[in-house]
C-alpha cells in the first residue's frame, strides 16, 4: 500500500520531444511529441497502472523517467528519506547511483536477454558494475535472485533459448532486483505472455513487491490487468495523463470518455455484466500535429465547441473521499452531473 505523504518520484510538467527532420540538410522541421507535458506523483509502496492505446506515449514516458531517453523538458524528482533530487539535471555520472534504485522489466521477454551470454552472464553485469568483484559472491547473489523468482539456481548456466517466454520474464525480472531497486518500471510486462502464465508472473511481482518493499510503475493497455495489481491508474492520451484516480474509482466512477471507451472493450464472460462497447471512430491523431483543444475531440461522442478550442485542466475532483483527477470539460456541465 502506498505512503501518500511520500512520493517516490514527483514528475511536473515532463515533455519528451523527438525532432522530425526533412531535406538534404536533415532540418528539423517538426517535434513528435510522444509526451507533452506531464505531472504525475508516485507514492513509495503503490503500485500505479499507466494505461493508454499504443502509441499513446505510455513507454516513452516510463523510459524518461529511467532516463533511457533525455525529457526535452519538465522535472523528475527523486526523493529519498535525506534528499530530493532533480533527475533531468544530471549527467551520465552523476545519474549512476540513482540507476541502482530505479530498474526496468521489458515487454519482450525474448529481446531483453542476450542469445550469446548464459544466464549468468547476462546478470553479472550490474553486480560488477556496483561493486561485487568476487565471481563466488556474484554467483551466490544470481543463484539466490534465480530462487526467489522461482527458477533453479543451476539455470545460470545455461543460454536464453532454453528457457520459455515465462522463464525469460522471470530472469528479466531477477536481473532488475539484482541490484536491490527501490522503483521498477514494468513495460507491458506481461503482454507477450500467455495467459496463464501472465497470472503467475502477476502473483510473482506482487508477492516480491510485498516481500522488498517495492514501488512499481505497471506499463500497460490491458485495463483487465491493472484491476487486478493496481493502487490507482493513470489514463494516457497522445502523450497527456487524462485521467487519474484510485483503481477500484476508475472502475466505478469513469469520468472522461476516453476512459470509458477503454473499459467498455474489456472482455466480460459474464453476458449479465456485458455493457455497450463504445467504439471509438477515426485514427488516433498525429503526435506531430495533435488536435487544437482537446486532443481527443475528434473521436469523442459527446465533444462540444469548447472541446475544439480549450485545452482542458487536468482537475481534482473528490470522489468518496479520495480525489479523483480527470481532463475534461464535459465533467464541470451541469446537464452531465
Do not use: W
Request: hydrophobic share 35%; aromatic share 6%; net charge neutral.
Amino acid at each position: 500500500m502506498q505512503d501518500d505523504q511520500n512520493p517516490i518520484l514527483t514528475l511536473r510538467d515532463v515533455k519528451t520531444y523527438f525532432p522530425v527532420k526533412a531535406g538534404i540538410f536533415k532540418r528539423t522541421v517538426a517535434h513528435v511529441k510522444a509526451v507533452d507535458g506531464v505531472s504525475l506523483d508516485i507514492y513509495r509502496g503503490e503500485v500505479l497502472g499507466l494505461v493508454g492505446e499504443s502509441g499513446c506515449g505510455k513507454t516513452t514516458l516510463g523510459k524518461t523517467i529511467l532516463r533511457l531517453v533525455e525529457a526535452t523538458d519538465g522535472d523528475i524528482t527523486y526523493s529519498s528519506k535525506n534528499e530530493k533530487t532533480n533527475l533531468a539535471g544530471l549527467n551520465n555520472e552523476e545519474m549512476l547511483p540513482f540507476r541502482k534504485r530505479l530498474q526496468i522489466v521489458f515487454q519482450d521477454p525474448h529481446s531483453s536477454l542476450n542469445p550469446a551470454f548464459t544466464i549468468f552472464g547476462s546478470l553479472q553485469d550490474p553486480l560488477k558494475k556496483y561493486g561485487i568483484k568476487s565471481r563466488k559472491e556474484r554467483r551466490k547473489i544470481i543463484g539466490d535472485l534465480l530462487e526467489s523468482v522461482n527458477m533453479r539456481r543451476e539455470y545460470m548456466d545455461r543460454y536464453p533459448h532454453e528457457f520459455s517466454g515465462g522463464q525469460r520474464q522471470r530472469i528479466g525480472i531477477a536481473r532488475a532486483l539484482s541490484v536491490e531497486p527501490e522503483l521498477i518500471v514494468c513495460d507491458e510486462a506481461v503482454s507477450a505472455l500467455d495467459v496463464s502464465i501472465q497470472a503467475q508472473v502477476l502473483q510473482l511481482l506482487m508477492k516480491l513487491k510485498n516481500e522488498r518493499n517495492l514501488t512499481y510503475l505497471f506499463i500497460t493497455h490491458d485495463l483487465s490487468v491493472t484491476e487486478y495489481i493496481c493502487d490507482r491508474i493513470a489514463v494516457m492520451y497522445l502523450g497527456r495523463i487524462v485521467e487519474l484516480c484510485r483503481a477500484e474509482e476508475l472502475y466505478s466512477n469513469t469520468l472522461h470518455p476516453y476512459t470509458e471507451a477503454l473499459l467498455s472493450a474489456i472482455p466480460v464472460a459474464d453476458l449479465d455484466k456485458q455493457t455497450k462497447r463504445i467504439v471509438l471512430e477515426g485514427d488516433v491523431p498525429s503526435p506531430v500535429n495533435p488536435p487544437s483543444g482537446c486532443p481527443f475531440h475528434p473521436r469523442c461522442h459527446k465533444a462540444i465547441d469548447v472541446c475544439k478550442t480549450q485545452v482542458p485542466d487536468l482537475k481534482s475532483y473528490n470522489a468518496n473521499g479520495a480525489e479523483h483527477f480527470a481532463s475534461c470539460h464535459l465533467i464541470d456541465l451541469p446537464e452531465t452531473t
